[in-house]
């Protein structure tokens, strides 16, 4: 069981190596944080964490979020220590912030050799479960004209990883200022956040 009561709620970036910056869109956490404080009942804190794969207090934190522009590396231990994570309970968001797929997909295959990333259907909860999404991950940003994927990997009926990819869900929780974002696009990114975490820390197996 990952976490504990005596554990604050809160969301812990993923520090990793190979050279990409874990630490982009640094005001989209906090801004995240105070939307699911002000929009749900659960206790969370008003900072992130910040966390690697190798530290013991990875088990404290129910939701990890990464993101990055560039390469994204784990060590075997790094990638057995994630899947761990995972199935006791644990929950990965992955942003692609425009940079970070090919290294992020190759680094995912060492943790889970036996499944891919797949599409998460629509009708799954994590569009529905606050906020409805019937049409899936909302497009924030533009790159390359390709529709947003939300995709997954499942075990059993959990699903224990999201990775918004053509999304950019990430930017659209900074600070307006940093992208210029509309309003509506960036109430679209908060709400789509507040699912994931309230799918995060709901969905976790009971003791």
Do not use: C
Not at 53 to 74: C, E, I
Not at 164 to 186: C, I, Q
């Amino acid at each position: 069981m990952i976490g504990s009561e005596s554990t604050r709620l809160t969301i812990a970036r993923l520090q990793y190596d190979g050279g990409g910056d874990w630490y982009a869109n640094p005001s989209s956490l906090p801004n995240l944080l105070e939307a699911i404080r002000q929009r749900t009942t659960l206790p969370v804190a008003t900072e992130e964490a910040r966390v690697r794969l190798s530290d013991d207090r990875l088990w404290d934190y129910p939701f990890l979020h990464m993101t990055g522009h560039g390469n994204v590396s784990f060590t075997a231990d790094e990638a057995r220590r994630l899947r761990a994570y995972l199935e006791r309970g644990g929950f990965l968001h992955a942003s692609d912030n425009y940079g970070l797929d090919e290294s992020f997909r190759r680094e995912i295959a060492k943790v889970f050799p036996d499944r891919a990333l797949a599409d998460v259907p629509l009708s799954h909860p994590i569009y529905h479960l606050v906020y409805e999404f019937p049409k899936g991950l909302p497009k924030i940003h533009e790159h390359d004209g390709k529709p947003p994927r939300g995709l997954g990997i499942f075990l059993g009926d959990r699903l224990v990883l999201y990775y918004d990819h053509e999304s950019d869900l990430g930017n659209g929780w900074e600070d307006r200022s940093v992208h210029n974002d509309p309003p509506a696009l960036h109430e679209a990114a908060l709400r789509m956040g507040v699912n994931l975490f309230v799918y995060a820390v709901t969905s976790r197996p009971t003791p």
